[in-house]
Nanobody
Framework: QVQLVESGGGLVQAGGSLRLSCAAS????????MGWFRQAPGKEREFVTG????????YYSDSVKGRFTISRDNAKNTVSLQMNSLKPEDTAVYFC??????????????????WGQGTQVTVSS
């Protein structure tokens, strides 16, 4: 059983930056591809970004490409999300996610094995 705990959410003005972190415990961190999803009020949870087990490959949704950067530290069992040039439409609860296998073709919620509790990101205009 893997436990994921996010931190770093908050309120920021449009154009600003935030950094989210996710600490994992209870499993072999390097066995899992890690990622971030988000869920805005009244909308489905959607894939934002993912990173492979060895950090060689990263994947981004079109809406965040060029603005967000995912990274991981397998020695510290952490995954981070640097969010720059934030927009009001980035407002959502952000969830850390862990899955086995790879991300391509499996970026829907049903492929995720473990979820964090979520952290709120609010971007004001």
């Amino acid at each position: 059983q893997v436990q994921l705990v996010e931190s770093g959410g908050g309120l920021v003005q449009a154009g600003g930056s935030l950094r989210l972190s996710c600490a994992a415990s209870g499993g072999t961190f390097s066995d899992y591809a890690m990622g971030w999803f988000r869920q805005a009020p009244g909308k489905e949870r959607e894939f934002v970004t993912g990173i492979s087990q060895n950090a060689y490959s990263t994947y981004y949704s079109d809406s965040v490409k060029g603005r967000f950067t995912i990274s991981r530290d397998n020695a510290k069992n952490t995954v981070s999300l640097q969010m720059n040039s934030l927009k009001p439409e980035d407002t959502a609860v952000y969830f850390c996610a862990a899955k086995r296998g790879t991300w391509p073709g499996t970026t829907t919620t049903r492929y995720v094995s473990y979820w964090g509790q979520g952290t709120q990101v609010t971007v004001s205009s």
